[in-house]
């Protein structure tokens, strides 16, 4: 090992580096413009869900109940449908998510005292929001129903007290239950992976493919030394763009940073280290660039997208899926960053997952260093 | 005449782009092998559904009321019951190292208080790292406790007024969740799992394939034969569409066969849907491809584009959800409308009737991207 062999490999990385500005410059950029689409643009608090009305009733009574439907942020009433088919090719065209429909006789129900229904048809295609969309929508009609039946209590002379049960909850970590405090975080763990290992990847396959590595041979640079000045570069550039995010996320979209900066220093570079071997290791199997690069997509991009738990949660995930998600870096690497940003948990708590990147890391990158032979095929 | 020699140069120019994808057995487990792991993992991995939610309970009341109520939570599916505490600091100690996500604190005095008709507060304590799972938590949560009230409440006047409580009027809500009747988190993902991995497979085949030959040199080779430039174009994607194509049919057949989604339109409109978005992603690819001179940078670019596509497509969010400018954006989005053809289609069981503005889109768009992806080829020569 000489240093100097090593600053001179590094030399020859950075120099392609740098020839190349535009994807430099897109490296340093892609994880802001990740960042701003994640915490703007997604949102799973579902509102304004689109709303098809058809009142068969059309009392005064039921333009009642269909007002607080209106009143409400979490529905966008986008038509008054006047018959049955207009209703069903809304749900059809996808006009709308939900439509409820009041019954003819519906006030007439009411007034005797009988129990009235509405109906509520939703676009189930896509069940998350059409679950969500019931639970407005039964909240809704609920809120009416005791309505309707203080009125016809009272008028009878009879008192109902407050709702038996209220419960009082106080959310811990994400008080305002903000979309972007938890994405942002799993953001820089995405970025990171993609990246650090699609860089990586490339590197080696690379040489091999436009003949450069015969030259590299021949010199008498060491396989470690080749391995080190290679991954030093993109090292400094995933640090950088940890730096960006995290920095973005905390004054631009004021994520709460509630730990400490040294593990989420100790993590990312576990983690850096960890996604960069493995893009060398892809490098050396895959040979192509076209076959490094497919890998490197399954192998980072994947994982770190599904298996972490930055959308998904991983404990609604099958068992053998949550077993596998044990293996991997990303799931560790946003747990740790979930609790530095928005739990501020004493790092005794984060010694487990820290110990398990840097188990990782070693393995991965004894793994990248066996696999690598200096010599032609 | 001269059209035959051109697609003679074509042919030759396809017989040489199958021979070098096909040649490395890399290669050839490349192009089936990754589409059909991601499809899998994603179609048992992507669910936002929240069931077995952790729970922990503090009752210092110990009263046949709180225990009904904390009955009602522990024969819920949507809950997990983990531990029944006796001390204040176990549930806050438990939420921190994230045993569970959420803990119940009935106070005592809460039986004496529904007696007296003055209506109970029960404290909730949420773990909202994940907003969605507290947000549904919630919604959960506050089902069980309106249902409670409701029983405690017909439960009092069935006592005291027995006639009037069967002349108390109701309103009730009846929902029909259509095309997904159960609510199933597979049969809305595996459909737009098929509309990303189309996507990203044939855009960074395509830029890869052309660039490759700029990168190596061979471009030079080619472009003194007599081919043509737009012979050269055609040969370098068919294959690619074909292979698309290929990956699309097998896709489609692990959503149908292996999922279980149900398959409710035509074969005939998706086949439609799926070959103009792959015309798409083809002259995406082609695109990057102009702007790329080596392999890296064209991994970069496809990147650059393919993250915000994913996210903007109405994949796992619904777009009415975002906010007006990322609308507009994800209205460009070609993803968007194959995602929207093949929900419909699996799901929805809709035809062309419904669907021609999108494929309409995805047609057009795919004539402007191949139309600039040639213009620029053109140039990128010179």
Redesign the interface.
Known sequence: MSLRRILAMMRKEVIQIRRDRSSLLIILVMPLVQLFIFGYAVNLDIKHVPLCVYDQDSTQTSQDLLKRFQATDYFNIVRVADNYRDVVYDINQGVCTVAVVVPSRFSETLRSGGHAKVQALLDASDNNSASIGMGYAQAIVQNYSSAVQLRWLQRRGLMLGPPAVTFQPRTWFNENLKSSDDFVPGVVALVMAVIGAFLTSLTIAREWERGTMEQLISTPVGKLEIQIGKLVPYFVIGIADTAICAGAAVWWFEVPFRGSWIVMLGGSVLFLITVLSLGYFISVVGKSQLTASQIALLATFLPAFLLSGFIFPIDQMPLIVRWITRLLPARYYVSILRNVFLKGAPVEMMAGQLAALAVIALVVTALSTRTFHKRLQ | MRLRRALARIGQMLRKEFIQTLR?P??RL?LII?PI??MV??G?????????V?LAVLDLDHTQESRD?ISRFSASQYFDLKEEASQPDQISRG???GDFLMALRINSGFAQR?RN????????????????????G??Y???I??R??QD??ANRMERT?PQ?AS???????????????N???Q??FVPGVIGNLML?MVM??TA??VV?ER??GTLEQIMVTPIRRWEFIAGKTVPFFLIGCFDTALLALIGSFWFGVPFRGHVTVLMLGAMTFLLSALGLGLLIST?S?????A???A??FI??AV??SGF???I????RF?QHLSYLNPLTYVI?IL??VY??G?GLE?LWPSILYLAAFSLLMLAVAVLRFRKSLD
């Open positions: 490395d890399h290669t490349v990754p792991i991601q993992i994603f048992y991995a992507a669910t936002l559904e929240v069931r077995h952790p109520l939420i921190e190292r529904l008709g003055q209506g109970a507060v029960v404290q909730v304590i949420v773990d909202a790292s994940n907003s969605n799972t507290a947000l549904v919630l919604g949560l506050n089902q406790g309106a409670f009230a405690y409440e007024a009037l002349f108390l009027p109701q309103v009730q809500l009846e929902a029909r969740p259509w095309f997904n009747e609510l199933n988190s049969w809305f990203i960074t085949l890869f394939a490759r990168e190596i702007f001179a080596t392999q890296q940078q991994m970069v670019v990147f650059f993250l915000p996210t903007l796992g969010t619904p009415a959800s975002m906010p990322f929207l929900r419909s799901l929805k809709v419904v």
